[in-house]
């Protein structure tokens, strides 16, 4: 229940931050959240790569909706992916992945004491 | 150890960040560009994104209306010049703005600084060339006018209006995958881009070449290879149109040592001449020779075929100008397009306006040369330091030296084709302080044949053929241009550069150019070839093809009553005059001993009607097959000497004719039979590889690319299926080709149609990206919307509106 709660508190405030601050901003949220709620470590992991991961997630296939895969079609090819698909996945994929570090990384720092 | 567990693992962590963030050679910063925030995600622009909305821009004395069609062509109505030409640049910086950045770096010779070293040659090559000190001339003869000032000024006011709103989000994508930044316009931004139109143009030169070839030939042999106008070539100007008497004296070539000459035993197998053929195509038919009465232009420059497109397509009116056209993003004003009383069209003119110096540099010991001899006195170089800053490097610091003929291009420092380390200066019209930008404003405002006049004497440089045609029902050709008036064959070598004999002499008056006004053809039509016959008084080279022009005239001396569908017919017509003339030759000689295969494949070429549809096969044989013949006929006798260079296929194609003829071997060309035989079996020989890969089909051999400007292949469309080659007058070849075609009936109610390969927005992730491709590829036009000039339009054609507010 506290890690799903933390996926969408990391992943509300996450949107707030993308709205003022650079990219990594998501970083210190999926840091700080599981920091202050004393999350074990797989918890943390789990709150951290599952809340950046369903704010990428979503933004990403919304935006690619409402674009019809003309950019993600491209991008796949830069990228060499085989589809569109792909691309969102590595895109979730690398947020969701720096959330999870991140919020390990709060975990650990709070265990330090 | 909790403690060392938590900090390995904070060290990961902002490691991982910190790499996420940061490009790598040539890779981008991958979690900021695929943050789907502020990344590439960013401009993945909805396909039902509305482009309506209300802006306040402070620097604009009226409100100005913007109106966008389904196709996304911009229709301005602004209330004077200055809120005009802002608009123009906040557009064009919407649009296109990486676009205008790239190019006008390209122009400056600044591309290493955002690729890296690889770039480095070319910036040094666009350093060395003086494109920077030609556009600075320009700038200066463009800002002493108070009309093309203003333009100037208010332009380059709307692209930084729209800069200083961007965010990293709403940066082009190609900011993002390069990872810079743009900065902010200048004026001398928008004149580099002329300049860098003017060196697309006028820079293609053959003046090293030649030297080498006329130093290798025999006299006789080099005067009939490589003649200065072939003689069955059908002018821009009609042939036996008179021409006034020149107004300056034809000089005489000075008596002493005028030339420079290669070393003997120089090889010249670096030696290169661009094989990318740069042509255009415009005709006009009288209202006599056309069904609806009113005179028809037809206009399709050949470019480079890229992504975001070289034009963009607006419309601009203000209470006394209503004009539609071409753009180009970068510079103010329409090029080609036409207004609610005349239309015009250019192509290349191809008159040499570019010339080498041989300098015989002094040096003082050991070091650089710092001055050259110039009529038996010391003359210190003018020096320019050129500093290229580098992607990831060192800042490389070049010295170009300066004489009184232009900048030295070539020197031990930076050897030129053929390796040549003698200092060669470069006198090239584009260097000169010019206003084509006045012509453009004129034209575009321009209501009659004196208007249209007083306007082209405006454009010096690059020289274009200017078609035009009226609602008055006139129709003309100007072959217009500043040009120098020199005496024969003044820089069509590389000459002496340390007497001042040699040197460019008066201006020949504009209005001395070649031109015709309503000829008795009913007609006129320039394909960039020759631009007169031998009367016109004053004395000219170029570099001119006639294939399309032959072709053209050819179609238009018949027609009768055309129709606009005629014309969109012969701008995509792929009939090459090349195999009419000598594939039945090839066939002829054609010995019966050959193979299976060779048999099938000679079968389809007897049948085959001299086109180069994309689907035909005959069209791949008939090319494989004349590229080996034609290497068969000069490959021996120019051995080192790179393809480009051999005499031109126009000349080979009527020494082959003259042969059938005669059947004899006087002509020229020896062992015809010989080498149609041996040719044709490499021929069979390639065609059956082709048939595996790609396939025989000509497109798929040919493949027509409009490629991204970066060459990224994602953002790049291949393989289209379109048909012809450069000696056809739909003349796409693999990278280059009709970058618009217009045609324009001058009827009481203008009806104008045109298309272009590409889209109105520049980036990849739109769906206005490439909209209008397919069109092109089919041939098909879009009828164009011109719009009276209105404060209120009909809404039912109007698909977003801009409304901007002082």
């Known amino acids: 229940m506290r890690v799903l709660i933390s996926i969408l508190l990391i992943a509300l405030f996450s949107v707030f931050a993308e709205q003022h601050w650079a990219w990594w901003s998501i970083a210190f949220i999926a840091f700080l959240l599981p920091l202050l709620l004393n999350l074990k470590p797989a918890a943390a992991f789990l709150a951290g790569f599952g809340g950046i991961g369903l704010f990428w997630a979503v933004t990403a296939v919304v935006k690619d909706n409402a674009n019809e895969h003309i950019l993600s079609q491209k991008m796949a090819v830069l990228f060499h992916l085989p589809n569109y698909f792909l691309f969102i996945v590595v895109t979730v994929l690398i947020g969701a992945l720096v959330g999870g570090l991140s919020g390990l990384t709060g975990s650990y720092i709070r265990r330090m004491f | ?806």
């Open chain 2, 1 to 806: 150890m909790r403690i060392l567990r938590a900090i390995i693992l904070l060290i990961i962590t902002a490691g991982f960040i910190y790499v996420l963030d940061n490009p790598a050679g040539s890779l981008p910063a991958i979690g900021r560009l695929l943050d789907p925030v502020n990344g590439c995600w960013a401009n993945a622009e909805p396909v039902d994104a509305n482009f309506t909305f209300d802006l306040q821009l402070n620097e604009l004395h009226h409100p100005v209306k913007v109106w966008f069609d389904d196709r996304m062509i911009a229709h301005v109505h602004a209330a004077d010049d200055h809120d005009l030409y802002y608009t123009e640049g906040y557009i064009h910086a919407y649009f296109r703005l990486w676009q205008m950045d790239m190019e006008t770096r390209a122009a400056a010779g600044r591309v290493s600084e955002v690729v890296g070293g690889k770039a480095l040659k070319f910036d040094r090559t666009q350093r060395r060339k003086g494109m920077v000190y030609g556009a600075e001339n320009s700038l200066q003869a463009i800002e002493a006018d108070d009309r093309t000032k203003e333009m100037m000024d208010a332009y380059t006011a709307g692209v930084n209006t729209y800069i200083a709103t961007l965010r990293y989000r709403s940066m082009p994508l190609e900011y993002k995958l390069m990872d810079f930044e743009p900065e902010n316009w200048t004026n001398l931004k928008s004149a580099l881009l002329l300049k860098y139109m003017a060196d697309d143009l006028t820079g293609y030169t053959e003046d090293i070449p030649l030297t080498f070839l006329r130093d290798m030939l025999p006299k006789g042999e080099f005067d009939m290879l490589f003649p200065e106008r072939l003689k069955d070539s059908r002018p821009v100007i009609p042939a036996g149109t008179a021409f006034e008497a020149p107004s300056l004296g034809i000089p005489t070539a000075p008596n002493d040592s005028i030339w420079w000459h290669f070393k003997a035993g120089s090889i010249a197998g670096t030696l290169h001449r661009e094989t990318e053929g740069k042509g255009s195509n415009n005709w006009v038919l009288s209202g006599a020779k056309t069904k609806s009465g009113a005179p028809i232009l037809c206009n399709d420059p050949h470019l480079g075929l890229n992504l975001p497109s070289l034009w963009y397509e607006v419309q601009l009116q203000t209470p006394d100008m209503n004009v539609y056209g071409i753009s180009l993003p970068g510079a103010p004003g329409i090029v080609i397009g036409f207004n609610d009383s005349i239309a015009w069209g250019f192509t290349n003119n191809y008159r040499d306006v570019k010339d080498f110096y041989a300098i015989k540099a002094i040096r003082p010991g050991s070091g650089d040369p710092v001055a050259y001899w110039y009529d038996n006195k010391q003359v210190p170089f003018k020096v320019k330091i050129e500093k290229i800053a580098v992607k990831d490097g060192d800042t490389v610091i070049d010295k170009v030296n300066y004489t009184v003929q232009g900048p030295v291009i070539y020197d031990e420092n930076f050897p030129g084709p053929g390796d040549i380390k003698t200092p060669m200066a470069l006198c090239w019209m584009a260097h000169r302080g010019t206003n084509e930008l006045l012509c453009l404003y004129l034209l575009n405002r321009a209501h009659s044949y004196t208007e249209f006049m007083d306007a082209i004497m405006h454009f010096e440089c690059p020289g274009q053929n200017m078609a035009y045609a009226d609602k008055a029902g006139n129709i003309a050709i100007w072959g217009q241009g500043q040009f120098i008036n020199k005496w024969k064959e003044q820089g069509r070598y590389i000459m002496n550069g340390a007497t001042s004999t040699t040197a460019w002499g008066d201006l020949i008056p504009m209005r001395e150019n070649p031109h015709v006004l309503n000829p008795a053809q009913g007609f006129v039509c320039s394909a960039n070839q020759t631009v007169t016959d031998s009367t016109y008084p004053y004395w000219y080279n170029g570099y001119f093809y006639e294939f399309r022009a032959w072709r053209i005239n050819h179609v238009l001396d018949s027609m009768r009553a055309a129709t606009v569908e005629e014309m969109f017919a012969l701008q995509n017509d792929t009939y090459s005059i090349l195999a009419a003339n000598t594939l039945p030759v090839m066939l002829k000689y054609l010995p019966a001993d050959i193979s299976d295969a060779g048999k099938a494949y000679a079968d389809e070429l007897k049948g085959w009607d001299y086109r180069l549809t994309p689907e035909s096969k005959a069209a791949t044989m008939y090319q494989v097959w004349w590229s080996y013949l034609y290497a068969g006929f000069w490959g021996k006798r120019f051995k080192n000497v790179p393809e480009s260079l051999w005499p031109s296929p126009e000349l080979t194609m009527e020494m082959l004719q003259s042969y059938l003829a005669n059947d004899t071997a006087k002509t020229g060309l020896q062992h015809v039979a010989d080498n149609v035989k041996s040719s044709y079996n490499e021929t069979v020989d390639s065609l059956n590889k082709l048939k595996k890969a790609p396939g025989l089909e000509w497109y798929k051999v040919k493949n027509t690319t409009v490629a991204h400007l970066t060459k990224l292949s994602a953002f790049s469309y291949d393989d289209l299926k379109i048909g012809g080659w450069e000696n056809t007058v739909n003349a796409a070849k693999s990278n280059h080709g009709p970058s618009w075609r217009m045609v324009v009936q001058m009827s009481k109610q203008t009806e104008a149609y045109g298309v272009y390969p590409g889209g109105q927005s520049g980036n990849p992730g739109s769906k206005y990206y490439a909209s209008f491709l397919q069109y092109w590829v089919e041939g098909k036009y879009y009828k164009l919307l011109f719009f009276p000039n209105d404060t209120r339009q009909d809404a039912k054609q109007i698909k977003y509106t801009w409304t901007l507010h002082p």
